[in-house]
């Protein structure tokens, strides 16, 4: 859904997808985004007190794969919160240029038309 919503499809400009929502809608997108960035932050926070107290109580006897687990928890984290940030700035971008955004969204249905995702007018 974020890659669609931010226009990674093939053939699409970054935001495309967004782009065809209104400035109340695209406001919300970009406070949710927010939100959820910032609940990826509480997870790293989290991860990383585990991380800290593990290794304090365990040294060196830490479980191979106790550490994969938490770099994959580590990495899926960091991930999110990239792909949040982006749809919060992709989404403002719009908001704030309502020229472009419509451009963009003229692409956008012109793509969806041609690989028949799109209702014909």
């Not at 585990?50 to 994969?68: A, E, N, S, W, Y």
């Not at 908001?95 to 012109?110: E, F, K, S």
């Amino acid at each position: 859904m974020l890659n669609h919503l931010q226009g990674r499809a093939d053939g699409l400009a970054i935001g495309a997808g967004l782009a065809r929502f209104g400035a109340q809608r695209l406001a919300a997108i970009q406070r949710g985004a927010e939100a959820q960035a910032g609940e990826c932050l509480r997870g790293l926070t989290a991860i990383l007190q585990v991380m800290t107290m593990i290794t304090r109580h365990l040294g060196d006897d830490v479980p191979t794969h106790v550490v994969r687990d938490i770099a994959a928890h580590l990495h899926a984290q960091t991930q999110a919160l990239s792909c949040w940030n982006a749809l919060a700035d992709h989404a403002t971008y719009l908001w704030q240029q309502p020229t472009i955004a419509n451009g963009l969204a003229r692409h956008y249905v012109t793509h969806a038309k041609a690989l028949g995702e799109w209702p014909d007018d």
